[in-house]
């Protein structure tokens, strides 16, 4: 299989890939929308993997971490390592001169994180963070509504991102395109807050900027998910508060029935987006109303769309319908124009800041101030902001 089905005639940006899991497949995917992007090499620590990777998607393998780095000075490096080996294979990546798309999380330690962002700093390199999905269709239009005052002044927001009673799902029996299964122990170790979490705060942190504090609980509620537990939580609350923006309480777990969903709360009634993992998701607005002096929102809310055509589109496979070639698109073209990334390296930071403080809250820590902060995210030109 072709690694690109589209046709480009000009110069391509040229990629890394670093590791060949699960989610590389879905990477590889999403590439095939970005004929502008060239895969100039992929290393996997398994020949074997690797081998089954490039074959199926005709890349260029290589034969260790040095020729991978070797094999397009400077190009940028899409980390897709497992989470605990993000720090130090991102440190090496940046110390080699090349700029860095890291899979969530950053590193799982903050000051970890610190010591990339600050790496990256000194380099004059860009270090950006998945997931990419604040790019998309939908988070767009959201935005887009939100500074157009759809829905008035926005008053609190509920995000959603529980995915089940993932224990006793098959998921020994989720395979990826090119044949890697789904790591459920790394997944029930690394924890559904690290790894979903960022699905809307990043679409939070674009519309508004820094988390000034997060009031969250965490806990494991199903210790028997596996053979060598205990695992991180697999369900958390949080209560975040913006310098800028609406109060929001966010909800991941591994537990909770099925719901990706986010109500935006304003003066004049609700904006709302059912499946967080659909760039093209229908963004709605009900607006509120009485009836026989009964206070409601609308039963039948009206599509929000934009003007004009967005992004490429990739078809749904699993649980997804995204792009995942959206942030290191934007983050080429930024490099390309000389102009900042949209997934700005204190995003990055920020991201995993917040997302760590839910992550780690247990029952204890009460109100944790942040220490980091980002900016809001220009929109993207086809939502209203500038090329």
């Given at each position: 299989m072709n690694g690109h089905s589209a046709h480009?005639?000009?110069?391509?940006?040229?990629?890394?890939?670093?590791?060949?899991?699960?989610?590389?497949?879905?990477?590889a995917r999403s590439l095939q929308a970005h004929p502008e992007i060239e895969v100039a090499g992929v290393y996997d620590l398994r020949p074997e993997r690797l081998q089954q990777f490039c074959g199926h998607w005709g890349y260029p393998a290589c034969d260790s971490f040095e020729d991978?780095?070797?094999?397009?000075?400077?190009?940028l490096v899409l980390n897709l390592t497992n989470p605990d080996a993000h720090f130090e294979t991102s440190k090496a990546c940046l110390t080699?001169?090349?700029?860095?798309?890291?899979e969530k999380p950053l590193a799982t330690r903050l000051e970890d994180a610190r010591a990339l962002h600050q790496l990256a700093a000194q380099r004059g390199?860009?270090?950006?963070?998945?997931?990419?999905?604040a790019l998309g269709e939908a988070a767009q239009t959201l935005g887009h509504a939100l500074r157009a005052g759809t829905a008035g002044t926005p008053r609190a927001i509920y995000a959603e991102l529980d995915d089940g009673f993932v224990p006793q799902a098959a998921y020994d029996k989720w395979i990826s395109e090119s044949g890697a299964p789904w790591?459920?122990?790394?997944e029930f170790r690394v924890g559904?807050?690290?790894?979903?979490?960022?699905?809307?705060l990043t679409w939070l942190m674009s519309w508004f900027g820094s988390v000034r504090t997060v009031v969250a609980a965490s806990a494991?509620?199903?210790?028997?998910?596996?053979?060598?537990?205990?695992?991180?939580p697999d369900l958390s609350v949080a209560v975040l508060y913006f310098e800028n923006g609406p109060v929001t309480r966010l909800t991941c777990s591994i537990v909770a029935p099925h719901d990706h969903g986010i109500r935006i709360v304003g003066d004049k009634g609700v904006l709302g987006c059912k499946a967080a993992w659909d760039n093209g998701a229908k963004v709605t607005f009900a607006r509120r109303l009485t009836l026989r002096r009964r206070l409601m929102e609308h039963p039948w809310p009206r599509r929000v769309r934009l003007s004009q055509p967005t992004h490429p589109k990739v078809a749904r496979w699993g649980a997804a319908a995204?792009?995942?070639?959206?942030?290191?698109?934007?983050?080429?073209?930024a490099l390309r124009e000389g102009r900042p990334p949209r997934m700005s390296n204190d995003m990055a930071l920020h991201l995993t800041e917040v997302t760590l403080a839910i992550q780690n809250a247990g029952e204890h820590s009460g109100a944790q101030p942040m220490t980091t902060t980002c900016t809001p995210m220009p929109p993207m030109p086809w939502a209203g902001g500038e090329a």
């Open positions: 480009f005639d000009g110069p391509k940006d040229r990629i890394l890939l670093l590791g060949c899991g699960f989610v590389a497949d879905l990477y991978l780095l070797a094999a397009a000075p400077g190009a080699a001169g090349h700029p860095v798309y890291s390199l860009a270090l950006a963070s998945a997931p990419c999905s790591p459920a122990e790394d559904c807050t690290l790894e979903h979490a960022g699905y809307y494991e509620t199903i210790p028997e998910k596996g053979a060598h537990g205990p695992y991180a995204m792009n995942f070639a959206l942030g290191p698109a934007e983050l080429l073209q």
